[in-house]
């Protein structure tokens, strides 16, 4: 053990960490899981869309439905992990239970499955999408911003959370239809410093669904002068 690790390890025995699959205390200090439930969490794998990320039933197909016909502004993206009840729920806690340290684990999974892809990219930065300030008080933190700065740390690629802020909130608004909802999240999007040393990003979030965050925050960057947008997600839903 590095002496660094120390005081995390006295927090672990004093609050035991909670698994992020049945959220129980975990068995032995230092893990971030426990060892039944490790296999939880099913990793995308091949075939996946090449733009997306979105797990593929046929090999030879190369797009996903919500692909064809190129109508994504970011570059291409990938997830770790299929979004399904395990990830639904832990997310859920993960988001609105206060339960911050399961960033250690999907951070740890997510470097192991996305790492090389992430590297791959050359990016100059990584950049979680924002929360807006009234959500930040209420949850006390960024779920896509605690999971960039584990990835950033780990992989070694600088984190910058002031680029790109929420100006104002965005309510799900279900009576609008796709291109309404993508509009209004564009707006309520905003570049809040200078980008002008950025060339390539990889946008960080927890979910990907039918893409509209990433292309909202991918739309604003690319109009500050960023050349390429792409994403690391940990978990992608199979909606459209
Ligand atoms: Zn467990
Ligand atoms: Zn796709």
């Given amino acids: 053990m590095n002496i660094s690790e120390i005081p995390a390890r006295v927090a672990d025995i004093v609050y035991p960490r909670r698994c992020p699959v049945c959220d129980d205390a975990v068995d032995s200090i230092g893990r971030y899981i426990c060892r039944s439930c490790e296999a939880a969490f099913e990793a995308v794998s091949e075939p996946y869309c090449l733009k997306c990320g979105k797990p593929l ?3 030879s197909e190369k797009l996903c439905r919500g692909c064809e016909g190129g109508r994504h502004t970011f570059d291409r993206g990938r ?3 299929k979004y399904d009840t395990y990830l639904k729920e832990s997310i859920y806690r993960y988001k609105y ?3 911050r340290e399961y960033a250690d684990y999907y951070v740890f999974r997510m470097t192991d499955i996305l790492g090389s892809f992430i590297k791959s990219l050359s990016p100059d930065a990584l950049i979680p999408i924002p929360l807006h300030k009234s959500r930040l008080k209420e949850r006390g933190y960024n779920q896509a911003e605690l999971i960039a700065q584990g990835l950033g740390k780990r992989l070694e690629i600088p984190v910058k959370c002031d680029v790109l802020i929420r100006s104002s909130k965005t309510e799900v608004q279900k009576s609008l239809n796709a291109a309404e909802r993508q ?4 707006k309520a999007l905003k570049i809040s410093s200078d ?3 950025l060339k390539n990003v990889v946008l960080i979030d927890d979910i ?4 509209s965050t990433m292309d909202a925050a991918a739309s604003c960057l690319k109009e ?7 994403f690391a997600v940990l978990g992608v839903a199979d909606k459209y």
């Avoid at 509009?183 to 564009?186: A, E, G, Q, S, V």
Wanted: hydrophobic share 45%.
């Fill in 97 to 99: 239970g206060g339960r």
């Fill in 183 to 186: 509009n209004n999240l564009k």
């Fill in 57 to 59: 039933l046929d090999d």
């Fill in 79 to 81: 997830a770790a992990f």
């Fill in 195 to 197: 980008v002008v040393k």
């Fill in 208 to 211: 990907y669904t039918t893409g």
């Fill in 224 to 230: 500050a002068g960023v050349l390429r947008v792409f």
